[in-house]
């Protein structure tokens, strides 16, 4: 099978938070045989051993898109001419920015992928990994009466791309405007969200769960000097979660060694905040802590089975790992058995000071999670599945 594959961004320098994801997707890809051709919407493509790339035709503007949003950010200007309408799920920026791209963006697009098609003469489909479907409307249809190929869209944000929840602040709002139609199907990474797709238009939809890659997350046999850590970015979606898991805790807590690691998470009491190096150290920052949490967003956290790659990047590294509620998690781990789940401040002081005394306890819940996450989880299962998916549409 050969793939040419649009994705969201590659560029490790300015990801977006699922561009470690989609590499490990893609290196899967090509491990269980597929050729990938891979252009991305946002930032750099670096060329790799796994993919052949090609140009970013519109990297200038995503460049001057992402300051121009992170200064708007950074001063926090108020703009209410910037608000959503009542009753809509669209922004007036929304609206401005999804229709220069559909007018100068698209074409441009259009004639990038022809060119690929062009070149790459044997492409059996393609595959858009969550690039906003409204800002190349028009696009997937044209090339699909052109070339004859089944044409995917996987979103990887679900569910908090879709219009119930309006998107993350930090990237588009990628369904207003959009057509779905022009899909052969539509992949999502959440169960849950299935039906909100169906009802967007979406001709077939199929779920992919995320996974991780247990090359990239080998264990790391090092002394633990922390006793808990979470690392993410931003409190959206997640304040009360990270209020009751980690500022609450570690102020109540001061005999215990709290840490995080990210941007943009508030006041977090008296966790020390670890240097954000790189991607690379990741797996350092894991290995430290005798207890990792996962703070999943809300509307991952309460649409059923909506998967965020955090859980399987802890569990094959064999991390003990506790969870705020998470709607269907029994559809990967077994709470009790290869992870907690705590649903309060009391609740989880209770159970960091328990897994604090029982390290033999921390490092069962670890290796049963790194068992079933290699036994289920890991991105060569998503990779299999997934050419399952698109054969089944070629």
């Known amino acids: 099978?050969?793939?040419?594959?649009?994705?969201?961004?590659?560029?490790?320098?300015?990801?977006?938070?699922?561009?470690?994801?989609?590499?490990?997707?893609?290196?899967?890809?090509?491990?269980?045989?597929?050729?990938?051709?891979?252009?991305?919407?946002?930032?750099?493509?670096?060329?790799?051993?796994?993919?052949?790339?090609?140009?970013?035709?519109?990297?200038?503007?995503?460049?001057?898109?992402?300051?121009?949003?992170?200064?708007?950010?950074?001063?926090?200007?108020?703009?209410?001419?910037?608000?959503?309408?009542?009753?809509?799920?669209?922004?007036?920026?929304?609206?401005?920015?999804?229709?220069?791209?559909?007018?100068?963006?698209?074409?441009?697009?259009?004639?990038?992928?022809?060119?690929?098609?062009?070149?790459?003469?044997?492409?059996?489909?393609?595959?858009?990994?969550?690039?906003?479907?409204?800002?190349?409307?028009?696009?997937?249809?044209?090339?699909?009466?052109?070339?004859?190929?089944?044409?995917?869209?996987?979103?990887?944000?679900?569910?908090?791309?879709?219009?119930s929840h309006r998107g993350f602040a930090s990237g588009f709002n990628i369904y207003p405007g959009a057509d779905l139609a022009e899909f052969d199907a539509v992949i999502s990474n959440s169960k849950g969200g299935v039906p909100a797709l169906q009802e967007l238009g979406a001709p077939a939809v199929h779920t992919l769960y995320y996974g991780a890659d247990p090359q990239v997350y080998e264990p790391l046999p090092m002394a633990q000097d922390l006793d808990v850590l979470f690392f993410g970015h931003t409190t959206e979606y997640r304040a009360d979660g990270i209020r009751d898991m980690l500022t609450v805790p570690s102020t109540a807590m001061p005999e215990a060694a709290f840490a995080v690691r990210g941007v943009g998470l508030g006041p977090v009491g008296r966790a020390a905040k670890l240097p954000y190096l790189s991607f690379s150290d990741l797996r350092r920052s894991i290995a430290r802590s005798r207890i990792n949490l996962v703070i999943t967003r809300m509307p991952h956290a309460s649409v059923y089975a909506s998967s965020t790659l955090r859980p399987f990047e802890l569990a094959v590294m064999g991390a003990c790992m506790v969870c705020n509620p998470i709607l269907g998690i029994e559809e990967w781990f077994d709470p009790g058995k290869e992870l907690l789940v705590v649903s309060s401040a009391d609740e989880a002081i209770d159970r960091y000071r328990f897994l604090l005394r029982h390290e033999a306890k921390r490092r069962a819940l670890g290796a049963a999670a790194r068992k079933r996450a290699l036994a289920e989880h890991t991105t060569r299962h998503r990779a299999l599945q997934l050419m399952q998916i698109i054969q089944g549409h070629c």
């Open 1 to 163: 099978m050969k793939l040419l594959v649009v994705c969201s961004s590659l560029d490790l320098q300015t990801p977006f938070s699922a561009t470690p994801a989609w590499w490990q997707l893609l290196k899967a890809l090509y491990e269980v045989g597929v050729e990938l051709a891979v252009t991305a919407y946002h930032g750099s493509v670096p060329g790799t051993l796994w993919w052949r790339p090609y140009p970013n035709p519109s990297r200038l503007e995503g460049t001057l898109y992402s300051a121009w949003k992170h200064a708007g950010r950074s001063k926090a200007i108020a703009r209410p001419v910037l608000e959503r309408p009542s009753g809509s799920s669209e922004t007036t920026r929304d609206r401005v920015v999804r229709t220069l791209a559909q007018a100068v963006i698209a074409p441009r697009w259009q004639r990038h992928l022809e060119k690929i098609l062009k070149a790459e003469t044997d492409v059996d489909a393609i595959l858009f990994l969550s690039v906003p479907p409204n800002h190349l409307r028009g696009v997937p249809s044209h090339l699909r009466r052109r070339f004859g190929l089944p044409i995917l869209f996987y979103d990887g944000d679900v569910p908090a791309s879709l219009p």
